[in-house]
């Protein structure tokens, strides 16, 4: 468990926030996603609230969906480093409510990770799903 905290007012509210899936790359709990090493030069984390992604796309790895994008990325998919990207076996992209960007991820246990996305309603269902 992690707990957050939120300040309402002058008061401090811990949440505690129940971890579903963790590894080097990003962290998914019960309130939001962490995308770690996500920005570019220093590497800060960056968190989502749950509610804030609208879905997540599961891809296959090639060049043109991003798996040799190390850290970056175009005009509307950003990467978080990873220098492991290229053997990954899929590509992971969130699309969130209200924002041009696109945040494209990889995971180290791709199957975990999808079953999450899949409870939480949040894994769009695409061909590359069944992979």
């Known amino acids: 468990m992690r707990r957050g905290l939120a300040t309402v007012g002058r008061f401090n509210i811990t949440n505690i926030m129940s971890t579903l899936y963790k590894d080097g790359l990003v962290e998914v709990t019960d309130?939001?996603?962490?995308f770690h090493r996500y920005y570019f030069p220093f590497g800060?984390?960056?968190?989502?609230p749950m509610s804030q992604i609208e879905r997540v796309e599961v891809r296959p790895p090639s060049i043109a969906f991003g798996s040799w994008r190390i850290w970056g990325g175009g005009p509307r998919t950003w990467?978080?480093?990873?220098?492991?990207?290229?053997s990954r076996d899929r590509i992971f992209v969130a699309f969130l409510r209200g924002c041009f960007v696109r945040i494209g991820f990889t995971v180290e246990h791709s199957k975990q990770v999808m079953q999450v996305?899949?409870?939480r309603g949040l894994l769009h269902d695409t061909a590359s799903n069944k992979l």
Do not use: I, N
Not at 44 to 48: A, L, M, N, S
Not at 79 to 86: Q, V
């Open 31 to 34: 309130q939001e996603v962490v």
């Open 44 to 48: 800060g984390d960056k968190h989502v």
């Open 79 to 86: 990467f978080p480093l990873d220098g492991a990207r290229p």
């Open 117 to 119: 996305l899949r409870e």
